[in-house]
C-alpha cells in the first residue's frame, strides 16, 4: 500500500542547511558564464529535430501512399516506432522543459510535437514536469512508479504472488506504454482533473479544445486514414509494430533512471509528511546515470542516460549534460552524496531487472 497518509503532497528539507543545491547551481552557472553559451538548445538539436521529423514523415508518406513490400512496409513501421520515441527524447521533453530554444514559441512547438504522436502535452507537462521532477520516486505521488497492481516498483507498495514473476513479463508490458498513454491514461487524468493525488491546475477553454483537436487529428491521420489507404489488417499490424516499438523503448530508457537498484524510494515522514532530505539531494539519490560516455546513445535519447543532470538542471537543454556532468560529480564527492552511475546501457538493464526481481520476493 502506498505510504502516503493524507492526500497532500510531502515537503522536503530547507536546503540552506546544506547549501548543497546553491552551490551547485552558481558553479554551473559559472560554467555558462566563462564559455560564453545558451543553457538552451543550438545548431546540432535543432539538425537533430528536423531530421527526425522528415525521416519520420517520409516514411508514414511512402507506407501509406507508395504500398510498399510486406517486409520493407514492417521495417518502416519499426523505424517509426524508434523514431517516435526518439523525437519524443530529443525534441518534445527538452521544449517541454523551456530547454529546446532561447524562443518560447519554439519551445511550445516542440514541447506539443508530442500531440502528434498520440500523447497529450498538456497532461505530460502536469505528470512530467510537475509532478515526476518534484517527487521522483516517492509512493503515492510519482506517477512515473504507480503502475500497479501489475507491477511493485518501491517496498512501500503492496505485494502480489504475481509479482514474483514481474521481471519476466515486465518487458511485454512496457511496449504497452504508449497504447495506454494514447488510450486511456490521458482521458483518466483529462476526467479526474488528477494526476495521481495531485489535481491538475483549472483548464482555459484553449486548453480544453486544443487537447480534443489533438486527440481528434491523431486518430485520423494514424487510425482513420490508414485504414481507408491500406485497409484494416495491415494498418492493425503496422500500427501495433509503431506503438508497442515505442513504447518498449519510451519504458527502458525512463525506468533505468529511477527503478535500478541503488536508487531510493524515500518515504514521507508521518508526523510531518516531510522527506529527510533537501530537493537536490533527493534528485540525485532517486537518479541514476546509463552509459554516459556513449555518444550514440546519447544522441539518440536525447541525453536522458544523463538524467542526473537532468533533474537537477532541467531547464538546460541535454546538449550540455556531458560537460555539466563533470561538475555535478565533483559537487557530489566534496559533499559525501552518491552519484549513481552505470557505465553501460546493459548494466542498467540487468540492475533494473535485478530490482523488479527484488521487489517481487521481499
Known amino acids: 500500500m502506498s505510504t502516503m497518509s493524507t492526500l497532500t503532497t510531502p515537503k522536503f528539507q530547507n536546503a540552506k542547511k546544506s547549501h548543497f543545491h546553491q552551490d551547485l547551481k552558481n558553479r554551473v552557472n559559472e560554467y555558462f558564464a566563462k564559455a560564453r553559451k545558451s543553457s538552451t538548445g543550438n545548431f546540432g538539436l535543432y539538425f537533430k529535430a528536423i531530421l527526425f521529423w522528415t525521416v519520420y514523415v517520409a516514411l508514414y508518406v511512402h507506407v501509406l501512399f507508395f504500398t510498399p513490400g510486406t517486409w520493407l512496409a514492417l521495417s518502416e513501421c519499426l523505424m517509426m516506432g524508434g523514431l517516435t520515441a526518439a523525437i519524443g527524447f530529443n525534441v518534445m521533453h527538452d521544449g517541454g522543459h523551456g530547454s529546446f530554444s532561447k524562443s518560447k514559441f519554439w519551445n511550445k512547438i516542440a514541447a506539443f510535437s508530442v500531440n502528434a504522436l498520440g ?123 509503431i506503438a508497442m516499438s515505442a513504447g518498449f523503448i519510451l519504458s527502458i530508457v525512463f525506468q533505468l533512471a529511477h527503478t535500478v537498484e541503488d536508487t531510493a524510494f524515500p518515504v514521507p515522514s508521518e508526523d510531518l509528511n516531510k522527506i529527510e532530505n533537501e530537493w537536490a539531494i533527493h534528485q540525485i539519490e532517486t537518479t541514476a546515470n546509463f552509459a554516459t560516455r556513449n555518444k550514440l546513445i546519447s544522441w539518440l535519447v536525447g541525453g536522458l542516460n544523463f538524467q542526473i543532470e537532468h533533474h537537477l538542471f532541467p531547464k538546460v537543454s541535454h546538449i550540455h ?28 538493464i540487468i540492475s533494473h531487472a535485478s530490482h523488479l526481481k527484488r521487489m517481487g520476493r521481499v
Not at 507498495?157 to 486511456?184: A, C, D
Not at 489535481?199 to 485520423?220: D, N, V
Request: aromatic share 20%; with cysteine; proline share 5%.
Open 321 to 348: 549534460y556531458p560537460a555539466i556532468s563533470k561538475i555535478i560529480k565533483q559537487a557530489c564527492q566534496e559533499y559525501g552524496i552518491k552519484y549513481i552511475e552505470f557505465p553501460k546501457m546493459r548494466h542498467a
Open 119 to 241: 500523447a497529450s502535452g498538456i497532461m505530460w507537462n502536469n505528470k512530467h514536469n510537475i509532478i515526476h521532477h518534484t517527487y521522483t520516486n516517492i509512493d503515492g505521488v510519482d506517477d512515473d512508479i504507480e503502475i500497479k497492481p501489475l507491477l511493485r516498483m518501491c517496498p512501500s507498495q503492496k505485494k502480489y504472488f504475481i509479482h514474483r514473476f514481474q521481471h519476466i513479463y515486465v518487458w511485454f508490458l512496457y511496449t504497452l506504454l504508449l497504447l495506454v498513454w494514447v488510450f486511456e491514461s490521458d482521458y483518466r487524468k483529462y476526467f479526474k482533473r488528477k494526476v495521481g493525488i495531485v489535481p491538475i491546475k483549472r483548464m482555459s477553454l484553449f486548453e480544453h479544445f486544443a487537447f480534443w483537436i489533438a486527440k481528434l487529428g491523431y486518430y485520423f491521420m494514424m487510425i482513420a486514414l490508414p485504414i481507408y489507404l491500406v485497409g484494416f489488417l495491415p494498418w492493425l499490424v503496422g500500427f501495433l509494430i
